[in-house]
């Protein structure tokens, strides 16, 4: 009985290790599945696009209709420089509820200074939800100051603006994520 009970006693780890081995080589095969499986999601959310983006110039009358509605909503972005670097400089309350925000164009020592070509501005709720966006255009020469008026009458529950410079790269205006003011209309407007 003594041999029955060490056979039995090695037999049971054995089965342990195989069993771990089989749950190690299960999990494996269920990541390389997961990973396939979104690989093969991300490949499909980009074909559509794709499709859409070229099957949306069907004739110039169309693209000439789609630049002139273009010219409020600039969607192209860009990491700009410390060339279009802005600051804010004042905040007015207007007597019809819009704001009027003044921005400076900072000169930059240690970067060619580019030139804004307008402003792409946000409205958000007291939450960080986005209510509003629009682009303002017109030029701003390193140096100088602009003023955005912007239409928060229409959003009353808008709370929170900001405004990023626009710049043309290669005859495109693109929004530079990186350089932006915020303004508290509360608390920073007059």
Sequence with gaps: MAKGKVKESKAKPASKKRD?????GIGV??????IVL???????????ADVD????????TDNQVKEDTTLKGV?????CSAGAAIG??????????????VVFHSISSVVEPLTL???????YDENGEKLAEASQMGTVQPGQEAKYTLPLNGNPSAMKVEVRPVVNVD???????????????ANSCK
């Design 117 to 123: 070509t307008g402003a792409q501005y946000y409205l």
């Design 75 to 79: 969607t192209e972005e860009l990491a």
């Design 171 to 185: 005859g495109v205006d693109k929004i530079c994520v990186n350089q932006r003011v915020i303004v508290i209309p």
């Design 88 to 101: 804010f400089k004042a905040c007015n309350l207007l007597a019809n509820g819009d704001v009027e925000v």
């Design 29 to 34: 095969l269920i990541l390389i599945v997961v």
């Design 53 to 60: 983006a070229t099957s949306g110039q069907q004739t110039q």
């Design 38 to 48: 979104v690989m093969r999601s991300g490949k499909e959310a980009a074909g559509p």
């Design 20 to 24: 771990n081995t089989l749950l190690y």
